[in-house]
């Protein structure tokens, strides 16, 4: 075991990337990177990382924050209850804290949005605690070094791989040993086509001895994606156009939008007309419907979305209108936070 681990933490030394947060121990900059790096590859992620410490460089000027700025920075990341979650965190280790992180996992985890993975993260990096780190990449190295074939999904499977790696840690380093692993898994024993003949540790790893290497990690059941269909009003009163803010608990939530009419399939101009939310917003308003539509489908990892964006004219602002939506001047529009769909949308549209 303890070979393993030496071998793994020395070409941890010499392989390793130069990541920005490999350059301190600062648990504030740590819990940026680890939040970040959920759902989000390293070099998309090395971006909003620079992006988010320049404008955020501390635990204050976040809680200070206006939530709108972080998720303007956030944009394009996914996952916004990531960052709306930071926010409060941020707050309460501001106001509670001091400013200060605690140096315990089990303090640690009791923050919103702060998990097994990112609680073991900040305790080992940061605190040097013997945390082990279990994300997607250990797993992976885990089960096949040792040829585990629990699932990582159920209570029991995470506890066998979390003994495993305790004991596998042992002595070491826990700021180094978990950071070894996990590169390990990111650049050695990647999830297709390892190059297991040159991996310094095939001659006793058990995937490799027993022809296993494709068959673990066992494979996570997938769940079905969600089918939703969005039938966006892009209303323009002169200069002026017309969004709102998502405040329901769903995806996006606290993004802008512009009106949104959520329907069982994607709705044609007369059935559109028959629309009750649709009456609402075109009524009194002289409406000229622009003809020629635009679909999108934008697929995320639990939804795929089919889109259809219609543009109005209206030469009268209603009611509904005033009391529903926000009148914003059409060039100050890149100033709101909006989904990718949506950026792309007016990118590739909006002229
Ligand atoms: S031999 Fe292959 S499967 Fe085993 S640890 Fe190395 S890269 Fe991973």
Not at 77 to 85: D, E, K, Q, T
Not at 104 to 122: M, R, W
Not at 216 to 242: D, G, M, S
Request: glycine letters at 4%.
């Amino acid at each position: 075991m303890s070979d393993i681990s030496k071998t793994l933490t020395e070409w941890y030394a010499s392989n390793k990337r130069d990541l920005p947060w490999r350059h301190t121990k600062n648990a504030y900059n740590i819990w940026v990177s680890e939040i970040i790096l959920q759902q989000t590859r390293v070099n998309q992620g090395v971006n909003y990382y620079y992006r988010f410490i320049e404008k955020f460089p501390d635990i204050y000027s976040l809680a200070n924050s206006d939530i709108d700025e972080l998720l303007k920075i956030w944009q394009g990341l996914g996952y916004y209850s990531r960052a709306v979650n930071m926010h409060k965190t941020a707050k309460e280790i501001a106001k509670n804290c001091k400013g200060k992180f605690p140096d315990e996992y089990n303090e640690l985890i009791k923050f919103k949005g702060i998990g097994d993975y990112t609680a073991s993260a900040i305790a080992s990096i940061s605190f040097n605690k013997k945390t082990p780190v279990l994300d997607g990449n250990v797993f992976r190295v885990i089960a096949r070094l040792f040829g585990i074939s629990d699932s990582t999904q159920t209570k029991t499977g995470k506890k066998i791989y979390l003994d495993k790696t305790q004991q596998l840690m042992g002595n070491h380093n826990p700021e180094i040993f978990n950071q070894a692993v996990m590169e390990f898994g990111a650049l050695q024993c990647v999830p297709k086509i390892p190059d297991c003949i040159n991996c310094i540790l095939n001659k006793v790893c058990f995937a490799y001895k027993n022809n296993r290497v494709n068959d673990l990690p066992v494979k996570k059941i997938k769940t079905k994606q969600r089918i939703r269909y969005f039938n966006y009003i892009y209303i323009k009163h002169k200069a002026y156009i017309f969004i709102e803010k998502r405040t329901k608990n769903d995806i996006w939530k606290l993004l802008y939008q512009i009106p949104l009419i959520e329907t069982e399939k994607l709705l044609s101009i007369p059935e559109l007309s028959r629309n009750k939310k649709w009456i609402e917003i075109t009524k009194n308003t002289n409406p000229e419907i622009e003809e020629n539509h635009i679909d999108m489908i934008h697929v995320l990892s639990h939804q795929i979305i089919h889109t259809r964006f219609y543009v109005i004219k209206i030469s009268e602002i209603n009611d509904y209108i005033t009391s529903n939506y926000i009148k914003i001047h059409a060039s100050g529009l890149s100033e709101y936070s909006m989904s990718v769909l949506l950026k792309k949308y007016f990118n590739l549209f909006n002229n």
